[in-house]
C-alpha cells in the first residue's frame, strides 16, 4: 500500500493567513490517539466545491482553512499527553468578521473538533453534528431550517481518499 503524502501549506492552491488571531476561550477536551494524531499529521485538501476545508499541520500546530477563499479560521496546537495521545493544548480563531462568521465561544469549540473529526478523520461525529444543529438553531432563531442544510453549509462533504 502507497502511503499518503501529506498536505502542506505549499501544496495548497492558497493559503492566507489568520488576520485578526483571537484566542479560543473554550477548547475541545478530546484526546486523540497517537494513530489519530499521524492521520491529523497528512492533512486534508479539498476535492471538489462541496468541500469546504483544507487541513495541514507544521509541527505541532494544525492549520484549518477555508478552501474556497484560503481563509485561515482555525489554528490549534497539539501537546502529547504522556500515555493517552494528544489534545489541543491551545488554539486562535479568525476574529474578522468580513472572513468569518463567529457566533459562541461554544460554536469555534465544536466546528475545530468537528472538521478535525468528520472531515480529517472520517468520523461520524454525531454528537457534533447534533451539538453544531443546536448552536445555529439557538443563533438564528429558525427552527425550520434542515440539520442536513445546517451541516452541510458549515462543515461541508469529505470524499473518500
Not at 497517537?34 to 485538501?45: A, N, P, S, V
Amino acid at each position: 500500500m502507497i502511503e499518503p503524502s501529506p498536505v502542506t501549506r505549499s501544496s495548497l492552491r492558497h493559503v492566507l493567513p489568520i488576520l485578526v488571531p483571537a484566542p479560543m476561550a473554550v477548547l475541545p477536551t478530546r484526546t486523540w490517539s497517537d494513530e489519530q494524531w499521524e492521520r491529523i499529521t497528512l492533512g486534508y485538501r479539498a476535492r471538489g466545491m462541496d468541500e469546504r476545508w483544507d487541513v495541514f499541520v507544521e509541527d505541532q500546530t494544525v492549520f484549518l482553512h477555508r478552501s474556497w477563499t484560503g481563509f485561515g479560521i482555525y489554528e490549534a496546537s497539539f501537546s502529547a499527553v504522556a500515555g493517552e495521545g494528544w489534545r489541543i493544548s491551545a488554539a486562535v480563531t479568525e476574529a474578522d468578521p468580513s472572513r468569518c462568521g463567529r457566533t459562541s465561544d461554544q460554536y469555534d469549540r465544536v466546528m475545530l473538533e468537528l472538521v478535525l473529526s468528520t472531515i480529517v478523520l472520517g468520523e461520524p461525529a454525531g454528537e457534533l453534528r447534533v451539538e453544531l444543529v443546536a448552536l445555529m438553531t439557538q443563533t438564528s432563531g429558525r427552527t425550520d431550517t434542515p440539520a442536513g442544510l445546517i451541516e452541510h453549509s458549515m462543515v461541508g462533504l469529505r470524499s473518500d481518499r
